[in-house]
């Protein structure tokens, strides 16, 4: 019986991961199929960048600041060894640009404004705000969730460029600043070896698929909550474990499409 | 005594009460609905007709608030149609559900007021999603709408500064705001303090002549409702869902003997609807033996 329940359980995850793609699937296409009628009001949208950047800013500047200072620090110690601590600038401009930028400042987002738009929204549920929208011939998708994706959209990439720029600015203070590499060598290998579409462009693409996949995860939770405080507490939580999972989860797979020969 | 009140015996004499010939702006045909396995309305089929101030009266979780939410489209009917404005309603085909949204208000049961919104953006809110009016027109429009419920003083106050009675009397004025054919009271008069819940009735029965509109109120209230309600149709219980026990004027119910009726309306313990939810003896439960 232990083997069949197993087997069941198993299913039901199954259905349950199936279900979930499909309900993400449909609420994306409906968002996207209202692009034109969420773009018609151009202020909604920048007032959610305006919200979620605002939310999101100072945890990633501190944490791309923290994350260059040791990648700086730790990229120092292992050059060191083979002599190649001139090559400090293109090691932490690619790791950033590559991949903790993008990565890290997802990660956070997902933290900080992905579970306030989740919250958000499935409190709108609960104290029946989508209703109201609803009953007033008002197309919540349009009106609530597209501006907010959009939003997300838009915020994203930018925090993950702030987040590579500050982390770079980390690792030119200890390796440059304390440690004493050479300015003209760290700049110039990180000029020389960052290519500006395999790396730069690539690592934007990424930040922008990262940024659709949080950002659209957050709605899908707090839009489908149980109107309760335990539904929208559940919803707030899977948002940070769903959203950083498929973040890791499509690095992985996005990397091996943009740099490796998989 | 709400029933002697000069005013809304006054306004409920200036329309005809059973308005026969009018058209109907809400029909049921033989709706029956659930949520999940649970059966909450069973073959229900009755007519709102235009004008006038319909009361839905029965128990709690007889499917009142059920009923609205078919007629606004919320939820879809898993028998039967619900017509309004003499079509019926698709729920599967947005433009036509919007298309008749927009000739409807709806007041929710707690209001559901945009929290971040002040008092005046909330009733401006419909105004500004379906009209291209200036700011100074909306503007005069919102603070009119607020007089109305007598909270044009409150109209800089977020949600979370008004009580729940102010809150409720903001999201009349929403729902009210682009002068609906058609307007939905979700318990208005639940938790009101007496001076509110007579001026919310007044104002039901004045905005309805006023507006010449049609209203649907779900309530408990006996004697607010008796007091302006042209028509009322009470729901019972029973196992397949709840069914259509009675209608008629408050004269025809007061007169009624039919044993619900008597028993809701009288507030009596005994009679077809049990007061205690199935369970157990309360010896066998407190473990004294007995049956």
Known sequence: MAIVDSIASLGQACIRFVLGLGNFAILLAKILMRTGAIWRRPRLIGAQVHFLGNHSLAIILVAGLFVGLVLGLQGYYTLRRYGSEQALGLLVALALVRELGPVIAALLFAGRAGTSLTAEIGLMKAGEQLAALETMAVDPVARVLGPRFYGGLIVVPLLATLFSAVGILGGWLVGVVLIGVDPGAFWSQMSGGVDFWDDVVNGVIKSVVFGIAVTQIALMQGYGAQPTPEGVARATTLTVVVGSLAVLGLDFVLTALMFGEL | ?291
């Open chain 2, 1 to 291: 005594m709400p029933s002697d009140d000069p005013v809304a015996v006054q306004q409920k004499a200036a329309v005809a009460p059973d308005a026969p010939g009018a058209s109907p702006v809400v029909a049921f045909r033989r709706l029956s609905f659930g949520y999940g396995d649970r059966q909450i309305i069973d073959g229900v089929s009755f007519e709102i007709r235009s004008g006038q101030v319909v009361a839905l009266m029965g128990g709690s979780g007889v499917g009142k608030t059920t009923l609205l939410r078919l007629i606004s489209g919320l939820v879809a009917p898993q028998q039967g149609t619900v017509e309004v404005f003499g079509k019926p309603l698709d729920s599967t085909h947005q433009t036509r559900l919007y298309e008749a949204r927009r000739r409807m208000g709806l007041l929710f049961q707690f209001g559901a007021l945009f929290t971040d919104l002040t008092c005046f953006e909330n009733v401006a809110f419909p105004i500004r999603e379906h009209t291209n009016l200036s700011e100074s027109m909306i503007r005069d429009l919102v603070l009119l709408k607020l007089e109305c419920v007598g909270l044009r003083g409150a109209a800089e106050l977020k949600p979370s500064e008004i009580s729940g009675g102010m809150a409720r009397r903001v999201a009349l004025a929403r729902a009210i705001a682009l002068d609906p054919e058609l307007i939905l009271y979700d318990e208005p008069f639940a938790g009101l303090d007496p001076i509110s819940l007579g001026v919310t009735a007044n104002l039901i029965r004045g905005l309805n002549n006023a507006l010449g509109a049609t209203s649907v109120v779900v309530t408990h209230d006996v004697a607010e409702t008796f007091a302006i309600a042209d028509r009322i149709f009470v729901f019972a219980p029973s196992p397949t869902g709840a069914k259509l026990a009675a209608q008629g004027t408050p004269e025809e119910l007061r007169m009624s003997e039919d044993p619900f009726v008597r028993q809701f309306l009288d507030g009596r313990m005994d009679g077809p609807v049990r007061f205690h939810y199935p369970a157990p003896p309360i010896g066998q439960a407190f473990g004294l033996g007995g049956p």
